[in-house]
């Protein structure tokens, strides 16, 4: 069995049944909910509730399961944001043209929050930006290839307002990562 659109996926009044789509729709609806704290083996599983399960049983403010999506080769989707156009102290007495150019990076990730899940399995994600223990920035890619020693670096996430549209049927696999708080308000 492969991944795709063709016979791997079963269409039932123009509805996709496909496991990854029904996985985001129950991480759309862990981040909904609070349940009685379960015990499993995998603590990674993106079925895991409540919400702050993938990180401590003990941790309440968690409202968002960070998770990847994969292709039929195990690589991770990415998709591009604008970095947030906050500044650290230091960033705001460097000179205009040096914010400018701060302003203008764009980034990649491949880390995402599910927004919402619609139609025939599609899904608006949300891109985050990955942060190291300290909340720098960490850049995934270098030379165009994702870093894997980058990845293991990530530890907190931050929303970037960037959202992308996707089509959940296309992807082979998904990977919770971890459950966090996301400050979603706009500065």
């Not at 399960?53 to 080769?73: G, I, W, Y």
């Not at 491949?110 to 619609?118: I, L, P, S, T």
């Not at 990530?154 to 307002?161: H, K, L, Q, S």
């Amino acid at each position: 069995m492969g991944c795709g659109r063709n016979e791997d996926v079963r269409s039932d009044n123009n509805r996709h049944n496909s496991c990854i789509c029904e996985v985001v729709r129950a991480i759309k609806r862990v981040q909904g909910i609070r349940d009685e704290i379960d015990c499993d083996d995998c603590r990674t599983d993106c079925f895991l509730t409540p919400l702050g399960s993938l990180v401590s049983p003990a941790r309440q403010r968690a409202n968002t399961r960070v998770f990847m999506l994969l292709d039929e080769k195990g690589n991770p989707f990415k998709a591009m944001f604008r970095r947030a156009r906050r500044f650290s102290e230091a960033e705001a007495t460097a000179t205009a043209s040096e914010q400018g150019r701060r302003d203008c990076n764009t980034c990649f990730s491949v880390f995402f929050r599910v927004q919402n899940v619609f139609d025939n399995c599609c899904a608006t994600l949300q891109v985050l930006e990955p942060r190291d223990i300290r909340g720098r920035r960490v850049d995934l890619f270098k030379g165009g290839k994702l870093d894997l020693d980058a990845v293991c670096e990530v530890e907190r996430f931050e929303a970037t307002g960037t959202c992308v549209t996707v089509d959940l049927s296309c992807f082979c696999a998904v990977q919770c990562v971890k459950d966090v708080h996301i400050d979603c308000d706009e500065d």
